[in-house]
């Protein structure tokens, strides 16, 4: 299946996480973890359409650069920047999340919202992360993760939809290998509630992308993904880390 070229990841996963029945919580629990701060410069790694950015920088009056490998996605996230009267505060641009073009040591914090661009390359990712993060700025991956041992056909099921999950201790290697210290750890969803469930996702498919949407929903690779959720096979973590200044 190649559901990637026909509904992006980014619309796919915000069909299932409605803003305000799922994604603000988790993004209010990776605030308080990551503690931003008036003025400061973030970097949003795999924005999507941009939701998640444009409510830090009203919320927190931060400035953002947001990055997506999906020039569509970055397209509708401009739009809703100007509608929201943000264009000034949150700068969007599609970007490789494995080579990002920005210059060492630029922002005081770096989010990555690595379900959205999954996980395969996760290791680079976060050096990425790491490289321009600020000494003693903050690195925070929202991540997707084993909570037990898959099946072998769920884990290629998820692999369709580009989400390559791994067991938390993993992205906490992940985190020590690129550099970062001062580890922490949350669960994202404390009640184990991350991906919503029943006809609301058909009606929210239909409304983002019509008979497109309704078809990705409704396809094997997704119903796995919210079956894995519901499970509590596949749960969705936060890990911070600081970077440490060099010697």
Request: glycine share 8%; charged share 25%.
């Amino acid at each position: 299946m190649a559901l990637g070229r026909r509904i992006s990841r980014a619309t796919l996963l915000a069909v299932h996480q409605p803003w305000h029945g799922v994604d603000e919580q988790i993004h209010r629990r990776l605030a308080r973890l990551a503690d931003p701060r008036e003025g400061q410069e973030v970097l949003w790694v795999g924005c999507g359409t941009g939701r998640s950015p444009l409510w830090w920088a009203a919320r927190f009056k931060v400035h953002v650069h947001a990055v997506d490998q999906d020039p569509e996605a970055i397209e509708q996230a401009e739009r809703s920047a100007r509608e929201a009267g943000l264009a000034d505060r949150v700068i969007f641009q599609a970007a490789d999340p494995g080579n990002l073009p920005h210059e060492d040591r630029t922002f005081d914090l770096v989010v990555l919202n690595t379900l959205y661009g999954g996980s395969a390359q996760a290791p680079r990712v976060i050096g990425e992360a790491a490289r321009v993060a600020r000494p003693l700025g903050v690195v925070v991956g929202v991540v997707p993760t084993w909570l037990r041992p898959p099946a072998e056909r769920d884990a290629r099921q998820l692999a369709r939809l580009g989400v390559l999950p791994y067991q938390m201790v993993e992205w906490k290697q992940f985190f020590r290998d690129a550099g970062l210290v001062e580890l922490a750890v949350e669960d994202a969803a404390l009640d184990g509630t991350w991906l919503a469930q029943g006809f609301g996702v058909v009606a929210r498919a239909w409304r983002a992308a019509r008979w497109v949407g309704v078809s990705a929903v409704l396809s094997s690779p997704a119903a796995a993904l919210r079956r894995l959720s519901r499970s509590r096979v596949l749960g969705l973590g936060i890990v911070k880390g600081t970077r440490w200044p060099h010697e």
